[in-house]
T-cell receptor
């Protein structure tokens, strides 16, 4: 994992519920990222944070929210406003750009 | 804005044969280039990266890539593949002030015995 941990590995939710995905890193790097992966579409950036208490929208931020209260933690909340939340979610960290990825959380919403 | 194109969605190859996975990028600024590998149901692992200097970059697992600025390419090569190399490979580009990585859509390398 390169010092970055995502939990849980699999997550199931009913439509209309918010759900929070955990991402923790112990490499003491400033930058953390959330990506969404769908078959045939590669990785798309949801949110990123380059410093504690600051984060920026990526390319597909609608329906998602994040917080960065601690350097080592960058949780992602998938809200009920996200139209198509079922996907594989990957967290990454790095000094300046994403170098280490977690093993991902596969979210299924029915 | 940067973009990355991986033209081949799947590359079948026999074990011990050479392989090249193609990656082309577009950018109006100097770029950093990366290749990642993803095994099933896992995260991405960095194979190699080009930041500056020598255009031939060597990575883990016997892979290498060559940065070609005139052709805006960063193709990944391995002289002899193993069954264990079967995975999805992603090319990515970073450039500009935001430090964001833009990924290609991935190439599935399928190594057959």
């Amino acid at each position: 994992d390169g010092g970055i941990t995502q939990s849980p590995k699999y997550l199931f939710r009913k439509e209309g519920q918010n759900v929070t995905l955990s991402c923790e890193q112990n490499l003491n790097h400033d930058a953390m990222y959330w990506y969404r992966q769908d078959p045939g579409q590669g990785l798309r950036l949801i949110y990123y944070s380059q410093i504690v208490n600051d984060f920026q929208k990526g390319d597909i931020a609608e329906g998602y929210s994040v917080s960065r209260e601690k350097k080592e933690s960058f949780p992602l909340t998938v809200t009920s406003a996200q139209k198509n939340p079922t996907a594989f979610y990957l967290c990454a960290e790095g000094k300046n750009s994403p170098l280490h990825f977690g093993n991902g959380t596969r979210l299924t919403v029915t | 804005a940067q973009s990355v194109t991986q033209l081949d969605s799947q590359v079948p190859v026999f074990e011990e044969a050479p392989v090249e996975l193609r990656c082309n990028y577009s950018s109006s600024v100097s770029v950093y280039l990366f290749w990642y590998v993803q095994y099933p149901n896992q995260g991405l692992q960095l194979l190699l990266k080009y930041l500056s200097g020598s255009t031939l970059v060597k990575g883990i697992n016997g892979f290498e890539a060559e940065f070609n600025k005139s052709q805006t390419s960063f193709h990944l090569r391995k002289p002899s593949v193993h069954i264990s190399d079967t995975a999805e490979y992603f090319c990515a580009v970073e450039g500009g002030a935001t430090n964001k990585l833009i990924f290609g859509t991935g190439t599935l390398l399928a190594v057959q015995p």
